[in-house]
């Protein structure tokens, strides 16, 4: 366990290097997020699959927010794959700019904050996310077989149509994947 705390806390300084902080956040900033968005990703190399991006944002209790999004990926002669995650977010006590992941089950660490369990370690992801302003930063951490972790981190910021998109999977302090995207507000 001690293990996976220390990887936790290298995760938290890492995020730190990838897009800042949480600072301090205007409540209202989070509201700017509700809503639905639609686009596709932009190619920065030619080995990239395509994909077309849907992201909804909600409110949920106690001041949080739902995410749910879904990726369609398009490879040459394969059929489609669709890709779709949902998360509940409810903001930390100590910095309303910062959320935890509530768990599928409801439960929540101990302490009721953001502490990892039992089941991070069994291939289940423990998810953070902050509020900057007009960026909504997510990591996704899973730690896999051997003690390694894959860090996944989407950057959504808001933008005059909609939001756009940066997405990074780390694996093991390797940076296998970079992706951008932009994406239209349909609703919200």
Do not use: C
């Not at 990703?41 to 995410?67: H, Y």
């Not at 439960?107 to 069994?122: I, N």
């Amino acid at each position: 366990m001690k293990g996976a705390l220390r990887l936790l806390v290298f995760a938290v300084a890492m995020s730190g290097a990838m897009g800042g902080g949480a600072a301090s956040a205007n409540p209202g900033d989070l509201k700017a997020f509700f809503g639905t968005y639609a686009g596709e990703s932009l190619m920065p190399s030619v080995e990239l699959t395509p994909r077309d991006l849907r992201v909804s944002i909600a409110p949920a209790p106690a001041d949080g927010f739902t995410i749910e999004w879904h990726t369609t990926l398009f490879k040459f002669r394969e059929p489609q794959r669709r890709k779709s995650q949902l998360l509940e977010f409810r903001p930390t006590a100590d910095n309303p700019s910062m959320y935890y992941v509530v768990p599928p089950d409801g439960a929540v660490g101990s302490g009721g904050g953001p502490e990892p369990t039992a089941g991070t370690l069994g291939g289940a992801p423990y998810a953070w996310a902050y509020v900057q302003g007009r960026l909504m930063t997510i990591h996704v951490m899973t730690i896999i077989d051997r003690g390694g972790y894959v860090i996944q981190t989407y950057e959504r910021r808001l933008t005059h149509t909609g939001m756009s998109l940066a997405f990074v999977r780390v694996q093991n302090g390797t940076v296998e994947q970079r992706l951008s995207g932009r994406l239209n507000r349909v609703n919200g």
